[in-house]
């Protein structure tokens, strides 16, 4: 099965300073487009130190016989705490951090 070439990336983005914050960027990535290989939307993690790493759909891939599977956000899991964002990609140009979630591991 072969799907339509994607035109935007979402790219997460960890601090390299662990005083800094990540960030999920959107990035066009359509050859045709106007805004070509820049950023679109930029979402800037609001905690310090998570460095985010990896990411994942709120729809996995095998539903794609799911007409009502759609992937409208990205979860983004933290090496360095035990925070969860979730993000809403709905609108590529308008991206935002609808939820998070942060479990204090250790304490009780």
Request: proline residues 6%.
């Amino acid at each position: 099965m072969k799907g339509p070439r994607e035109k935007v990336l979402f790219v997460t983005c960890a601090h390299t300073n662990p005083s800094g914050n990540d960030m999920l960027a959107a990035i066009d990535v359509d050859p045709d487009s106007k805004t070509f290989c820049q950023i679109l939307s930029r979402v800037v993690l609001p905690n310090r130190g998570d460095e985010i790493h990896h990411s994942g759909w709120n729809a996995c891939s095998s539903c794609h016989g799911n007409p009502s599977a759609k992937r409208t956000h990205i979860v983004l899991p933290c090496l360095n705490s035990s925070r969860i964002y979730i993000v809403n990609v709905e609108n590529e140009r308008d991206i935002r951090l609808e939820k998070s979630a942060y479990y204090a591991c250790g304490e009780v």
